[in-house]
């Protein structure tokens, strides 16, 4: 995930992602209720929120995984003129999946085969059932291992994989799909510091300099606050803020939804917004000079 390995990928070719009034519930109960949101081409937008407040329904709703009880999801191509809106609940599987791709939380560890194979699932869409032609697949596949820092495991069985390398495999299978937008749950677990930071960099890139829309629930606030051009906010499955992280990451919003204290200034190495959570015995341990009152 180096920097000089972004430069493979190809020219900007984001869609836009909208999700309309979108209610969700399992066994009759809503998880999520009529929430919007719009993932733009060249943008990162974060979703999130506590545990449990809807994240990842929300997430697999956009990726066609979850069926909604209402609403509507649409994709339209900010390339063309005069924008073309199309009903992506009225495309195929295949024509969503070259379109939008999905790293879940729950990824299986694939037994006898190569970290290669694996990514090469990535170009399912492209191949079909009875396995057509598909001439830009290898050199995808390649730019995918790069861009992730998995070449030098490609012919590696997967299985003996760490999860923090499993994850990145898992994610290279994602570039190789080769879409407009990318969504990601949250895709810095299991990664140690190093492959978490170079894996938000990685996001940045694919926004800033390949034109994709992405959509990434992310649980740290810095991490948020470091990648994110729109951070969409949720408690208890509704949406409650959205916009850019300093007007949503502010104390009362985050300290409303989270239920406990949370504080937020500026990192001054960095100049992104850090937060900190202050619990009970915070106050005993830490001098009160250090604490921002709220
Ligand atoms: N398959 C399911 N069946 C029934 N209820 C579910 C199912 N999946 C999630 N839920 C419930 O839906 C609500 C939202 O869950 P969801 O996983 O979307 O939240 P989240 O914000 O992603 O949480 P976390 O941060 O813990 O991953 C929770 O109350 C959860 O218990």
Request: aromatic letters at 4%.
């Amino acid at each position: 995930m180096r920097a000089e390995e972004t430069s493979q990928v190809r020219p900007p070719r984001g869609h836009r992602l909208t999700a309309t009034d979108v209610t969700v519930a399992y066994d009759g109960t809503p998880v999520v209720h009529q929430a919007d949101v719009t993932l733009r081409p060249g943008e990162v937008t974060v979703l999130a929120g506590p545990n449990g407040s809807g994240k990842s329904t929300l997430l697999r709703t956009m990726a066609r995984l979850q069926q909604a009880r209402g609403g509507s999801l649409t994709l339209s191509d900010d390339h063309t003129d005069g924008a073309r809106e199309t009903d992506a609940l009225a495309l195929t599987a295949r024509e969503f999946s070259c379109r939008v791709a999905l790293l879940t939380q729950a990824r299986p560890t694939p037994s006898g085969l190569t970290v290669r194979d694996v990514v090469e699932f990535g170009r399912y869409p492209y191949r079909g059932r009875w396995g057509k032609a598909d001439p830009a697949g290898p050199a995808a596949v390649d730019r995918a291992l790069a861009l992730t820092g998995t070449t030098g495991l490609a012919d590696r069985g997967a299985e003996h994989l760490s999860g923090g390398q499993l994850q990145r495999v898992w994610l290279a299978g994602c570039l190789a799909q080769e879409t407009g937008v990318l969504l990601l749950d949250e895709p810095t677990t299991y990664l140690d510091l190093r492959y978490q930071v170079e894996l938000l960099d990685l996001i940045r890139d694919l926004a800033d300099d390949h034109g994709i829309a992405v959509g990434v629930v992310l649980h740290d606030l810095d991490q948020t606050a470091a990648v994110a051009d729109r951070v969409v906010l949720l408690h208890d499955g509704r949406i409650v803020a959205d916009g850019a992280p300093a007007e949503v990451l502010t104390p009362q919003r985050l300290t409303a939804a989270y239920g406990i204290r949370i504080e937020v200034d500026t990192d001054p190495l960095t100049g992104h917004l850090r937060t900190r959570a202050v619990g009970r015995h915070h106050t005993r341990t830490t001098p009160e000079r250090l604490i921002p009152s709220s």
